[in-house]
């Protein structure tokens, strides 16, 4: 670690953050991250981009009224920068750019103030965004926004989001058209021509990747040569939309490195975020870190720094609400309030006593019906899981009106407490036993699968061989393989299956997903199809499809 404090030079087309470890170049006024040099790479992002495709915060709008998940993509660039605290132990820059009449239908209607920070010590630096649409100005929709940074082609090729979801990747030249076929949609393609000829016959998909809100904290690419990992860090989720089940892009080829403030993915229009006329919102969105680490044995084996970056991360997590963001639309600790009680489940065909909600998610969302923080978008929420015996703690929220809501893993439906809730600064709310009683008109006669809220234990099949991500091969994740949706016309080619009550079983009998039939016939024309281009362009490929096993 450097000890000589945080520089920063203004320039007149670019800032520059140094604080011995890190040099950060960002453009002025743009606010768009140029430039990251580090550990003796003069710039890890993707120095083959225009400055503007590299580092920078973007969002897709549209005008009120329009239909569909479609609409205008805004790589977000400032107008105006200032020098918000300038000290050795810390420089934050705003870059902003502000909205008035003459921009309407020209450009989303928001203020939008992008901060970045870098700390003394510290191998990384942070950023965050203010968003406000003032009461007066036009509605309008809001379909995703986020961070993304493009890394350099050449030297990231390991990407890493799980101790169980970590491989090297294609590179982006493979999915060019005359390396791959696009499949059902464009973001899957079979590669058939890769430059490396291990990833021959594997799809590449970016949804593949996702990964629910509670489970994303860290994802990031690894470097070989010289060893040094980039890590995008999210320490809170207060911040997402839809709750802790919602599943967002992380990294993919690319080499991209994604933080999902909010998008639509996986649930279309009922997560757009529409805004009426006479309708004022402001939301910050962030701090998240990108974090760098490296190797000071280059003996070592370079998959370690993942193993750094997860302990960066709980380090960032147990730190939050940061204390160092001077934006006053970030509250630290002690100007929030901290929520806590018991959850118990009242199910008298299951125990003659309340149950403790082992397990449960708990969660504060703004005032809705049951259930609705799943397409919650414009607030801010709050979640924690109830130990054992069902007592739960919900600490650093931020002031305003909630209700509490709650899932319980075992039981059906969604529980809420009627109450509207409000913390206060540095108050403490205990709420005492909440019961929830599940939906229920009788005893259980007989079910399938369990109600938790996950697919897992219902049969998933293994994919076509020639489409297939080695990854997810026996793998507990498997459901996330490309194409599996078709397999049902194959498992059931001439009618729906049946399924036997106290006969068949869930776990090979029920099928992970509800899905149409096509026609086979249809479906094999398209299979023959994949298989004729890769015997034409790569003969042995189908020698290599063919004998890779599988077991059921």
């Not at 929220?397 to 529980?415: E, K, S």
């Amino acid at each position: 670690m450097s000890s000589q404090g945080v520089k920063l030079q203004v320039q007149d087309r670019y800032v520059v953050m140094d604080n011995g470890i890190l040099q950060v170049t960002i453009s002025n006024p743009g606010g768009i991250v140029t430039g990251i040099q580090y550990n003796g790479i003069d710039n890890l992002l993707a120095v083959e981009n225009k400055e503007v495709d590299r580092g920078y915060w973007d969002l897709v709008w549209n005008l009120a009224g329009s239909k569909g998940t479609k609409g205008k993509f805004d790589r977000i660039e400032a107008k105006s920068f200032e020098v918000v605290v300038e000290n050795e132990d810390q420089v934050e820059l705003s870059f902003t750019r502000t909205w008035d009449q003459s921009l309407e239908g020209k450009a989303v209607p928001l203020n939008i103030d992008k901060r970045f920070v870098m700390l003394s010590d510290s191998s990384g630096f942070y950023t965050y965004a203010i968003y406000e649409h003032l009461k007066e100005w036009p509605a309008f929709i809001l379909d995703r926004f986020r961070v993304a940074f493009k890394l350099r082609k050449d030297k990231f090729h390991y990407m890493a989001m799980a101790d169980n979801r970590q491989r090297f990747m294609p590179l982006p030249d493979d999915r060019l058209p005359y390396r791959s076929q696009t499949l059902a949609y464009p973001e899957a393609v079979l590669l058939v021509d890769p430059l490396e000829p291990e990833f021959r016959g594997e799809v590449d998909d970016k949804y593949q990747y996702s990964c629910e809100n509670k489970d994303n904290r860290v994802h990031g690419w690894i470097c070989n040569d010289p060893p040094v990992g980039f890590w995008q860090i999210t320490p809170s989720d207060e911040f997402r939309s839809a709750g802790p089940l919602k599943q967002n892009l992380t990294s993919h080829v690319g080499p991209v490195t994604l933080a999902i403030m909010h998008s639509v993915h996986y649930s279309g229009e009922e997560l757009l975020l529409k805004f009426g006329t006479n309708e004022p919102w402001k939301k910050v969105f962030g701090p998240i870190f990108i974090y760098l680490n490296s190797l000071s044995d280059p003996e070592d084996d370079p998959r370690s720094l993942w193993e750094d970056a997860k302990e960066q991360m709980r380090t960032e997590v147990e730190g939050w609400p940061y204390t160092f963001p001077a934006s006053e639309d970030f509250p630290q600790s002690d100007q929030r309030g901290n929520v806590s009680g018991r959850l118990l489940v009242k199910d008298r065909y299951v125990c003659n006593e309340n149950k403790p909600a082992n397990g449960a998610y708990v969660g504060l969302a703004p005032p809705g019906e049951v259930g609705s923080w799943q397409s919650e978008v414009k607030g801010y929420q709050f979640w924690t899981k109830a130990d054992a015996d069902g007592y739960f703690c919900i600490n650093d929220i931020r002031t305003g009106d909630y209700n509490l809501y709650a899932f319980v893993p075992g039981f059906i439906g969604d529980y809420r407490y009627d109450v509207i809730i409000t913390p206060s600064a540095g108050y403490d709310i205990f709420l005492g036993d909440l019961v929830y009683e599940p939906p229920r008109d009788g005893p259980t006669l007989w079910e399938i699968g369990v109600p938790d809220r996950t697919a897992a234990e219902f049969y998933v099949p293994d994919p076509s061989p020639m489409l297939i991500n080695k990854l997810y091969v026996n793998h507990p994740d498997r459901f996330r393989q490309y194409g599996l949706w078709e397999r049902y016309a194959d498992l059931y080619p001439d009618e729906d299956l049946v399924y036997t009550v106290g006969v068949s079983d869930y776990r090979k009998d029920w099928f992970f997903a509800q899905k149409e039939r096509r026609s086979y016939i249809s479906r094999n024309y398209m299979a023959d199809q994949v298989q004729t281009r890769l015997c034409r362009e790569r003969d042995r490929y189908v020698q290599t499809a063919v004998s890779i096993g599988y077991s059921t």
